[in-house]
């Protein structure tokens, strides 16, 4: 157990509609990550945030948003939603981003477009 | 722009031998490597990590190797285990930006009694 919590565990829902995965860090982790797994590729960077402030972006589309509150808990926001959105979405955590790695992981959120 | 690749999608071993997965990457300001595993339903699990100022990282049955000339790093696992049967992906993190991981499309290895 990694210690980061995500809920849902799977989500369907169809083209066209919105959704909201939720992440809940480490106890003491301060930075959240949200990375996208399609079929069988690797995991593409999406976002990162650290102690509420957004810190970097990576292949996230503007359909996409997401934010960290002040408990630390992230939430990505998936909008307008379209069949090839369809993936596990995945969130990290870490202390800090200055702290060497590793990122734990979740078990992620399967989203499936229909 | 892959920076990071896995060229072998699969590998196959036999239980008890040495099971070495590759990984290459291509920029040069990577400062930490890191070795994940991936069972199905479930997140990534950290393995193994080595950093950019050392060559050998060892703990127990994995041996992480990097070559920093050739930019590459290598998995090795000895004794393969069936329960190493797993999805494995490279990944690395580079100095600029905010220091995310970027990774590797992962290899699959299957452990064959």
């Known amino acids: 157990d990694s210690g980061v919590t995500q809920t849902p565990k799977h989500l369907i829902t169809a083209t066209g509609q919105r959704v909201t995965l939720r992440c809940s860090p480490r106890?003491?982790?301060?930075?959240v990550y949200w990375y996208q797994q399609s079929l069988d590729q690797g995991l593409q960077f999406l976002i990162q945030?650290?102690?509420?402030?957004?810190?970097a972006k990576g292949n996230i589309l503007e359909r996409f948003s997401a934010q960290q509150f002040p408990d630390l808990h992230s939430e990505l926001n998936l909008s307008s939603l379209e069949l090839g959105d369809s993936a596990l979405y995945f969130c990290?955590?870490?202390?800090?981003?200055?702290?060497?790695?590793?990122?734990?992981f979740g078990n992620g959120t399967r989203l499936t477009v229909t | 722009d892959q920076q990071v690749k896995q060229n072998s999608p699969s590998l196959s071993v036999q239980e008890g031998r040495i099971s070495i997965l590759n990984c290459d990457y291509t920029?040069?300001?990577?400062?930490?490597f890191l070795w994940y595993k991936k069972y199905p339903a479930e997140g990534p699990t950290f393995l193994i990590s080595i950093s950019s100022i050392k060559d050998k990282n060892e703990d127990g049955r994995f041996t992480v190797f990097l070559n920093k000339s050739a930019k590459h790093l290598s998995l090795h696992i000895v004794p393969s285990q069936p329960g190493d049967s797993a999805v494995y992906f490279c990944?690395?993190?580079?100095?600029?930006?905010?220091?995310?991981?970027?990774f590797g499309q992962g290899t699959r290895l299957t452990i064959n009694p």
């Open positions: 990944a690395a993190r580079s100095l600029q930006g905010a220091q995310k991981l970027v």
């Open positions: 920029n040069s300001m990577f400062d930490y």
């Open positions: 106890s003491g982790d301060l930075s």
């Open positions: 990290a955590s870490s202390p800090s981003p200055a702290d060497p790695p590793p990122l734990h």
């Open positions: 945030y650290y102690n509420g402030e957004e810190r």
